[in-house]
């Protein structure tokens, strides 16, 4: 799967999951900010959104789907800030760490990172 598929499926699978829950609310505002850059579909509006929490639970994901298709369409990038915005997790990146350097992506502070190291042996320096 692309990185934008994963991305979609992503937005969608959040998405799909806040709108059957009262989070929706408290992320609505973010939502709405997000979808308000979109300004080009008429489809793609926060209105829009409020009209799914409607759907019936069998047809919601569809209909979610077929909604951040629409944008992904539109602006892959808004997709992207809309993915943050529902915290929808990004595409795994692997990172290796070698005699104190990085090699890859590197975020410095908040959140969890896991690095996975690979032992290296290193030339052990005579006693005195």
Partial sequence: MSDLGF????????????????AYTAVRPRLSTVLRRSGRS???RIEH???LRGVDPGTLR??????VQ??????????????DA???PAPAIHQDI??????????VGGGIQIINMREVEHEHEPEL
Avoid: C, I, K
């Fill in 98 to 107: 070698h005699h104190n350097q990085f090699q890859g992506p590197t975020q």
């Fill in 70 to 83: 629409r944008l992904a369409a539109s602006d892959e990038r808004l997709l992207r800030e809309l993915g």
């Fill in 42 to 44: 008429e489809d793609l």
């Fill in 62 to 67: 569809g209909a979610v789907h077929e909604f």
């Fill in 86 to 88: 529902v915290g929808a």
């Fill in 7 to 22: 991305v979609a499926e992503s937005v969608t699978t959040a998405l799909t999951g806040l709108l059957v829950s009262d």
């Fill in 49 to 51: 959104l409020d009209r």
